[in-house]
């Protein structure tokens, strides 16, 4: 059975003005989306936010300063993968005009997931998938999947949350997924989500996950579509693909596993079980095997199994094993070569880590100045006036015995800036970003086979799908007076009064009609209801 899926990505931005001072990103980012609005095949968004480009996918401004794409309805994970580099360089090239007309210093997009700022903000990267499963068995099949598929999908990085310390996670969104099932994408997020808003017909229903970071790599970005398409593809067939692995603690299992980079670490089941997220992976994939050839699976189902086969067996010698294929262990090298640049191991950093927790809940319990204000810097740790100065006499021995000494307090500090620099630049879009020159310099072996002709999927919509239709009725209208404007399940005509109804997934045809105009009035209804709905969870006092 063919299948649906597509990516809503959220982009990091900066701009600087031609003397190089920061400039406002939501007003830079308006301009932007003018340009877009002018140079591309596109019909304004019905809510007013945006625009549908002719490729069949939809370009905005988000709240929080930040821009939104998201890829057409694909049929298969060549395609998601295919029109998500597809959006990519059109966002570096809106930002090169936007930098011509603007007289910027630059504007740069970053395929960020978390802020090490202490902002607290993260970007999200949310995955939908088309299906017609039970949703109320749907959370125990997929959560111990979602959970130990982060060996494959995690972005890698740095704990966040960690105020002083610098910890590697192969998932730094982990630290943002709070509960194990919830309805909310802002906060408290949730490893299974359960918005249920199908933009379509036919008894359809979309999964969004909320649980998956922005990858780089072809490799990871087609695994983490095709596994998770065939995970649901067995849930909709009742095969309960979930049910003998669920987890006492899915969140910190989660976690967990993020933890370690040889993919080892293992996690508590409900039935007592310690089992790793490689268990885990090869129960599901050992599942879809058995049923590859049940006609409920996509046509690409054996590619998939394949390919799912061969990354969890190279997984067995992570972290060296996939340091050039998946985007947390080609950090992973990259981070052990500046620590060991500096001077430092992975075992001393982790050694700091636990320092630096330590010395926290000292100051923070410690009298006087906290260092909130002042900082856990080097002066406030070696101030003899400071409420650490016995403690850091105390301990002097203890680090001694780890072949640590405080002189290399600030030099720690200032490695832990420049990891989380590295961590930024990696995702940064265009030619200088770390990820591209290293892709560039041909060090890496990402890509994966078909993955291809992305300048095709600039311009063009996939093949199947109401993507299809939508995108081609795009290039027709732009550039007609102001009378049309669209959303994912139809395209309104204001002076005809008529629409094309594109609520069937797999529309084939343009089909206009009057009748079809009841459709507008429910979507704006809903984003009506939706709007009030949000003011009134900003106004409830908890």
Known sequence: MERLMGLENEYAFHATGPRGGTVDPQHVLQDLN??????????PSLNGNGIFLGNGGRLY??????EEWCTPESANPWDVVRYLAAGEEMLTGLAAKLVARRNLGCATFYK?????????????????YMHRADLAKLPEDLIPFLVSRVIITGAGGFDP??????????????????ANVTNSSTNDRGIYHTKNEPLCSGGYHRLHVLVGESLYSHTGNWLKFATTALVVAMAEAGLRPGRDMALRRPVDALRAYASDPTCRTTAGTVSGEAISALDIQRHYLDLAQRHRSAPFMPPWVQRA????????????????SVATCLDWAIKHRLYGARIEKRGFTWQMLHSWNNLMRLLRI??????GEAPQRTGLTADFVHDPRAPLKDIVKELAPHLAARGMHWDQFDRFMKLRLELFEIDTRFGQLGPGGI???LDHAGVLQHQFPGVDNIPHALANPPAIGRARVR???IRRLHGSPPRYTCDWSLIVDAENKTALDLRDPWERAENWSAEAMTVREDAQLLTLLRQRAAQTAAEVPF
């Not at 401004?61 to 930040?66: K, L, M, T, V």
Request: glycine letters at 8%; one cysteine or more; aromatic letters at 8%.
């Open 61 to 66: 401004q988000d709240a929080g300063a930040h």
């Open 471 to 473: 995108g081609e009725a």
């Open 112 to 128: 960020s997931n978390v802020d090490y700022s202490g902002t607290g903000s993260t970007w999200g990267a949310h995955e939908n």
């Open 305 to 320: 199994v394949d390919e799912w086969d061969v990354m969890l067996k190279r997984l067995r010698g992570a972290p060296d």
């Open 34 to 43: 003018a340009i877009a609005r002018e140079e591309l095949p596109s019909l």
């Open 362 to 367: 000292c100051a923070e319990l410690a009298p």
């Open 161 to 178: 949350t960690t105020p002083t310390g610098c910890c590697f996670t192969l998932s730094p969104r982990a630290f943002h997924i709070t």
């Open 435 to 437: 990820f591209n020159s």
